[in-house]
């Protein structure tokens, strides 16, 4: 596998990684606000396995903003870039010429553990998926006065809210008659909350994520928060709604002894997450606080960093390509030289000598560049074909035969209708 793609997807677990662990950190802090709020910020970091930061970073250079030479990046780039990108191939690996690919059994072996993860996880979910299809496709309709349709299933499931962008609410066949009209009340407001915040799409999304993610610990522990946000949150938001927080409580500890938990996060059900500390905050009437206007200022210029601090940075280090690219279109198309002459210099102090080397000389129509190795043609070369001052360093010139240093040369070329090569 090329070490430039490694190190590219090592580059962006870490940086989904931090990220995650900044979104940690943030929900410690917002720990007495709405569990809404910590929700979403689960979610942002869920995205970012998503989004890769060099993907901003590169819509960024594709924005040119200034022509203005820029010979070195910007410390602040140079100091993001180098802790958000620890991976990146050595120079020499990055310079040598591609050999013709060869199966590596390591990275064949590797490809095919996530395969066989992927396609497992994936047929997993597909299989939950279709059986609670059939159970929605053979149950019986009811007439609750609800905002989405409501089925009847003879299945042990908890009730629940089946899909994403046409949700039904699935109910067990007998629970109209296991608890009582206040329970049943809250328990339904809980499942609409689903509803409302579109919690079975967010947990699809997550969903998508685990299963191509899914060697990577962190996903699987953010699906969990996630869960237990989104549960925490739809039983304040009961509350807020005036049910007795009693009955609400009996009802979902009813629910937990009666009936199976829902088998997939996208099917939100009311039994998850930790069960003690949800009856708890309920029996308590436990509401947190909404967020402040400090907080959702913080909240918002944290969010536009996150977004707007990649392309912040390719923006600062694309000028270096714009202005070359500018310089190269206000440069005068190069003369066209008729003669060339390229003669060996000999050891004479007058020509030079192998020690030295004379400066090249300029003139309209005349070039001059008495006693030059080869290594200082390409060099020069390189600076008149892209218009670059500074050239190439010697670092960037490796290999070649004795002689590209060793021997010099004297380079005369002279554009039509100028003085002839003596």
Known sequence: MNPTYLSSL???LWQSTLFAAVAGLLTLALRKNRARVRHWVWLAASLKFLVPFSLLISLGGSIPWRTAPQTTPSNLSVVIVSVSQPFTPSPTAASTPPEPATASPITALLWTIWACGFLGISGSWWIRWRRLRAAVRDGSPLHLELPIRAVSSPTLLEPGVFGVFRPVMLLPEDILNRLTPAQLKGVIAHELRHVYHRDNLIASIH???????WLHPLVWWI????VAERERACDEEVLILGNDPRAYAEGILNVCKLYAESPLPC???ITGSDLKKRITAIAENRVASKLSLVRKVALGVAATSALIGPLVIGIMDAPVISAQAASASTVAP???FEVASVKACKDDPGDGGRGGGGSAHSSPG??????QSVRSLIRIAYIRANFRAKGVDDLQMEGGPGWIDGQRYRVTSVADGAAPIE
């Open 10 to 12: 090592a580059n962006h």
């Open 207 to 213: 969903m998508f994520v685990e299963t191509v993610f």
């Open 267 to 269: 099917v939100s059900g």
């Open 334 to 336: 190069a003369q066209a």
């Open 366 to 371: 005349r070039l001059d560049l008495p006693c």
């Open 223 to 226: 699906g969990k928060r996630m």
